[in-house]
């Protein structure tokens, strides 16, 4: 019964507040979603995608509206009691295995999956600071196999360069949310591991300083422009000291 009843205000959380989520991320962000022609199939699947923002969970679920995607998330949202609980039960995500042995966010995902529920997985475990995916290893192709759902991959653009991992605000910028590729049930038991890890990076790696170049978005003029950038660059390329660099404004030292 309470199940049940979390169950439901989980929905109605999501329902309610998706509306408003979309206008802000379309209108105010400037995030725009491609399908590119695909259709997702029926019943529970696993989105895969790479990490840019902490916004990244809340596109992906704008993107589907009918569909409550439910994430590994990083522990220290649990760490908390009350977000842990809200974590949980009103957000409905997972928290990853403490320690690299844990398979408990495993078996968690494999009960859901059987329950009907739509997974969604950034198999980087972090966001990089300059916007390039960061090393992804052969486990995740064999985790979609474990999971045994179609797998959508999805790719975001543009996230990077409107809020940088170190930088004070967010800058207005161009954002692209885009489904790239599905990899059905059959594909995955055939297809070699190795060559199931190639068609996953292929569909989710990103370098957002080559979107930029490509793209060529004109931002518009801002300041404090480095503040806190020591927070990536934290070796000094001349002195070679590390956290030896300061900022301040539209300079760093």
Known sequence: MKNKLLSILRVCFYYLIKPFLWVYSVVFQGVRFRRN?????KGP???LSNHVTNW???YLNCMFYSRIIRFIAHDELFQNKFFAWFSKNILGEVCRGRTDESVS????MRRL????ATLGLYPEGDIDMFGRTLPIGESVAKFTRLIGVPVVLTKIQGACIRAPRWADKPRRAKITYSITDIIYPNELKSTPVK?????ILQGIVVDEYAYQKQLQYKQLP???RTEWLELGLFYCPNCGKLESLTSKGDRIN
Do not use: C
Not at 113 to 116: A, F, M, P, R, T
Not at 195 to 199: G, S
């Open 222 to 224: 801002a300041t404090r």
């Open 45 to 47: 699947v696993l989105f």
């Open 105 to 108: 966010n495993i078996l968690e």
């Open 56 to 58: 990244d969970p809340f």
């Open 113 to 116: 999956v059987k329950s009907g």
């Open 37 to 41: 022609g695909y259709k997702i199939p």
């Open 195 to 199: 060559d199931l890890h190639k068609r």
